[in-house]
C-alpha cells in the first residue's frame, strides 16, 4: 500500500475487520467527510519497514501507513460477537479486552481479526483510545419469540442462550437507505439481505427488526461461503458418534468447510458458480437460492405483506444477474423484476415501476452505521472535539 497524503486534521479511524479483507475508513465527524480503503487480511503478521516499526510496534503495514499519515484521536473497531455482556460501545479497557479474548470461539472467522487488531493497536507507542461497536447491537431487542431457542430454562439461563443476530450495521444502512428513497413511509415491511462471504436476512417492520436468520453464532441461516447455516442438530451428533470429531473438529467443519465451497466441492466465488453449467456447481447455486427464497417467504408470512427487499453485499453488489434470479418467480410475492436489467451504478432499482415490492440493491455504508452508534452512546461529537483540542 502506497503512503498516503499527511493530514493533519483530526479523524476517527473506522475498522472493518471481515472473513478476507479488512475495511478502513478515516472520518471528519461533524461533516460526515471520509476517505478510505479495503486492505487484505494480514493479522498477526509484522513485517512494517524499519522506522515505522519504532512507531508501531507489531502493527501491518497498512495500519501503520494510516496512523503515519492521519491524525488519528480514536479508533472504532467492529467486533462481530460480544456475548451477552457486551451489546453496546465499549471503550476498551485491560478488564474487557480480557473478556472479548475469550468470545473467540462464539465468532471464529471474525472476533479473532478483530481481536487481533485491537491488541495490535494497544500496544502501539502512542496512546490512541479504541471504541468497539458490535453487529449484534442492531438485533439486541428482537422479539422474544424470535430471539429465544427452544431449550431447557436452566440451560437458557445459566448461559445466557439467545439469538444475537449479525450483520448489523449492513442491514442498518439498507434500512436508512430504504428510508431515504421512501421519506414518506413512516410505517413498512422490509427485508433486508447481506450476501457476502458471510450472508444474513433480516425482517425489518417501521425500521425496527423483528427476525434475523443469523443466531447464537453467525452460523445460522442461510448457506454461506464457508458456513453450513441451518443444519438438523441431531445429524451433527450423529456425525460426532460417526467420525470421531471433537468440538474444535466439529466446529471446524461447519465454519471452513461447509457451505458453497463444501457443497460444490471447492468453488469460493458465487459469480463463478452461479457461471458454471457443471451439475455439482449448480446444485449448490440452486440450494443458496432456494435457502433465500425459503426464507423470504417466512418472512413475508411474519410481516403479514412487503413493501420492499433490498440487498447488499459483495454478491448483490457485484452480480445484478445473481440478484435477479435469487428474486425470480415470485410473482405470489408481489415481486415484478425490469427486464433486461444491467449493472449500473448503486443504489439501483431492480423492480418495475408497478411492482406492489420494491426491490434495490444498495451499498452499505457499515462505517456509517458503526459511527452512528458510538454517537448514541456516547454524544460522541462532543467528546471528539475534546480529544482534538
Given at each position: 500500500?502506497?503512503?498516503?497524503?499527511?493530514?493533519?486534521?483530526?479523524?476517527l479511524?473506522?475498522?472493518?475487520?471481515g472473513?478476507?479483507?479488512?475495511k478502513?475508513?478515516?472520518h471528519?465527524?461533524?461533516?460526515?467527510?471520509y476517505a478510505?480503503?479495503?486492505?487484505?487480511?494480514a493479522i498477526?503478521?509484522?513485517?512494517?519497514?524499519?522506522s515505522?516499526a519504532q512507531?508501531?510496534?507489531?502493527?501491518?503495514p497498512?495500519l501503520?501507513?494510516?496512523?503515519t499519515?492521519?491524525?488519528?484521536?480514536?479508533?472504532?473497531i467492529r467486533?462481530?460477537?460480544?456475548g451477552?455482556?457486551?451489546?453496546?460501545p465499549?471503550?476498551?479497557?485491560d478488564?474487557?479486552f480480557?473478556q472479548?479474548?475469550t468470545l473467540?470461539p462464539?465468532?471464529?472467522?471474525?472476533n479473532?481479526?478483530?481481536i487481533e487488531?485491537?491488541e495490535q493497536?494497544?500496544?502501539t507507542r502512542?496512546?490512541?483510545?479504541v471504541f468497539?461497536?458490535?453487529?449484534?447491537?442492531?438485533?439486541?431487542n428482537l422479539?422474544?419469540?424470535?430471539r429465544?431457542y427452544?431449550?431447557?430454562?436452566?440451560?437458557?439461563?445459566?448461559?445466557?442462550l439467545?439469538?444475537y443476530?449479525?450483520?448489523g450495521?449492513?442491514?442498518e444502512?439498507m434500512?436508512?437507505?430504504?428510508?431515504?428513497?421512501?421519506?414518506?413511509?413512516?410505517?413498512?415491511t422490509l427485508?433486508?439481505?447481506?450476501?457476502?462471504s458471510?450472508?444474513?436476512?433480516?425482517?425489518?417492520?417501521?425500521g425496527k427488526?423483528v427476525?434475523?436468520?443469523?443466531?447464537f453464532t453467525?452460523n445460522?441461516?442461510?448457506?454461506?461461503r464457508t458456513?453450513?447455516?441451518d443444519?438438523?442438530p441431531?445429524?451433527?451428533t450423529?456425525?460426532?458418534r460417526?467420525e470421531?470429531?471433537?468440538p474444535?473438529?466439529?466446529?471446524h467443519v461447519?465454519n471452513?468447510?461447509?457451505?458453497?465451497?463444501?457443497?460444490?466441492?471447492?468453488?469460493?466465488?458465487m459469480?463463478?458458480?452461479?457461471?458454471?453449467e457443471?451439475p455439482q456447481?449448480?446444485?449448490?447455486?440452486d440450494?443458496?437460492?432456494?435457502?433465500?427464497?425459503?426464507t423470504?417467504?417466512?418472512y413475508?408470512?411474519i410481516?403479514?405483506e412487503?413493501?420492499?427487499?433490498v440487498?447488499s453485499g459483495?454478491?448483490a453488489e457485484n452480480n445484478?444477474?445473481?440478484c435477479?434470479?435469487?428474486?425470480s418467480g415470485l410473482f405470489?410475492l408481489?415481486?415484478?423484476l425490469k427486464?433486461?436489467?444491467?449493472?449500473s451504478a448503486l443504489p439501483l432499482?431492480?423492480s418495475?415501476?408497478?411492482?406492489?415490492?420494491?426491490?434495490w440493491?444498495v451499498?452499505?455504508?457499515?462505517?456509517?452505521s458503526?459511527?452512528?452508534?458510538?454517537?448514541?452512546?456516547?454524544?460522541?461529537e462532543?467528546e471528539?472535539?475534546?480529544?482534538a483540542?
Open positions: 500500500m502506497s503512503s498516503l497524503p499527511r493530514y493533519d486534521k483530526p479523524v479511524l473506522v475498522l472493518n475487520p472473513s478476507s479483507s479488512i478502513w475508513s478515516t471528519n465527524v461533524s461533516a460526515l467527510e478510505g480503503a479495503t486492505v487484505p487480511v498477526g503478521q509484522a513485517g512494517v519497514g524499519q515505522a512507531t508501531y510496534p507489531g502493527a501491518p497498512w501503520t501507513d494510516v496512523l499519515n492521519h491524525d488519528v484521536r480514536a479508533v472504532i467486533v462481530v460477537h460480544g451477552s455482556e457486551y451489546l453496546k465499549l471503550p476498551i479497557n478488564d474487557n480480557r472479548l479474548q473467540i462464539l465468532a471464529p472467522l471474525h479473532k481479526a478483530a487488531l485491537i493497536l494497544r500496544n502512542i496512546s490512541i483510545p468497539a461497536v458490535f453487529d449484534s447491537e442492531f438485533f439486541s422479539p422474544v419469540v424470535s429465544i427452544g431449550l431447557p430454562v436452566a440451560l437458557t439461563e445459566k448461559y445466557g439467545r439469538r443476530g449479525f450483520h450495521f449492513a442491514h444502512s434500512v436508512k437507505q430504504w428510508e431515504t428513497v421512501n421519506p414518506d413511509n413512516e410505517h413498512y427485508v433486508t439481505a447481506q450476501l457476502g458471510g450472508c444474513s436476512m433480516a425482517a425489518i417492520r417501521d427488526p427476525d434475523t436468520t443469523m443466531g453467525p445460522e441461516g442461510l448457506l454461506m458456513r453450513s447455516g443444519i438438523d441431531g445429524l451433527l450423529w456425525l460426532q460417526q470421531g470429531w471433537t474444535e473438529e466439529t466446529d461447519l471452513h468447510e461447509s457451505g458453497w465451497r463444501g457443497l460444490s466441492g471447492g468453488i469460493d466465488n459469480a463463478d458458480l452461479f457461471a458454471s457443471q456447481h449448480q446444485l449448490a447455486f440450494f443458496f437460492r432456494y435457502r433465500f427464497q425459503k423470504l417467504g417466512a413475508f408470512a410481516l403479514g412487503l413493501d420492499g427487499v440487498l459483495g454478491i445484478v444477474d445473481i435477479c434470479r435469487l428474486l405470489h408481489g415481486i415484478t427486464e433486461p436489467l444491467v449493472q432499482i431492480l418495475q415501476p408497478a411492482s406492489p415490492v420494491q426491490c440493491v451499498a452499505a455504508d457499515e462505517a456509517d458503526m459511527l452512528r452508534s458510538i454517537q448514541h452512546h456516547f454524544s460522541f462532543n471528539f472535539q475534546s480529544l483540542d
